[in-house]
């Protein structure tokens, strides 16, 4: 995977599982916007049954990460696997940025829900809000790991 993304610089056991949650985020809510969006070709969307779609993607997804981190952990040398001071620090920050996403979802569906939207775009400004965090906070992630932590 190192050599997909860096051409053979090395990769830390946490910089590749967030590499992985990234892609898998993005692949996971791409396969639900398909799906919602092939089931509502001839309706409205706020007709479409999302509710099935978007539980079997995010299952999906929680299943893909487990699965991904395990072979990820599984091809790592026992030794590499060891979180040091700086992936801690790295994992904060991520954990920081995508926390605005979950934050601002919320938010919007909040609003959403106030002025009485159908439940289709309140659950899906969610689920999107969920996905942002996730992409955002790998990203940030990387960033630190490629660049190194931003200084105050």
Same mark, same amino acid.
């Given at each position: 995977m190192s050599g997909l993304f860096y051409m053979g610089v090395q990769m830390s056991f946490e910089e590749k599982k967030a590499w992985a949650y990234a892609a898998i985020a993005v692949i996971g809510y791409s396969v639900y916007l398909a799906m919602v969006f092939t089931a509502g070709s001839f309706r409205p969307l706020t007709e479409v049954d999302y509710a099935p779609l978007m539980l079997?993607?995010?299952? $999906?997804?929680?299943v893909a990460g487990i699965l991904t981190g395990i072979a990820i952990a599984v091809a790592a040398p026992k030794n590499e696997r060891q979180?040091? #001071? %700086?992936? %801690?620090?790295?994992? =904060? &920050?991520?954990?920081? @940025?995508? #926390?605005?996403?979950?934050?601002? $979802?919320? @938010?919007?569906?909040? @609003?959403l829900a106030m002025l009485q939207s159908e439940y289709f775009w309140i659950a899906n400004l969610l689920y999107l809000g969920f996905v942002l965090s996730a992409v955002v $906070?790998?990203?940030? %992630? &990387?960033?630190?790991? =490629? %660049? $190194?932590? /931003?200084? /105050?």
């Open positions: 079997a993607t995010i299952g $999906g997804a929680i979180a040091d #001071q %700086r992936d %801690r620090e790295i994992e =904060r &920050l991520g954990e920081h @940025v995508g #926390q605005a996403f979950i934050v601002l $979802g919320g @938010v919007g569906a909040l @609003v $906070g790998s990203a940030a %992630r &990387l960033a630190a790991y =490629r %660049r $190194g932590m /931003p200084t /105050p």
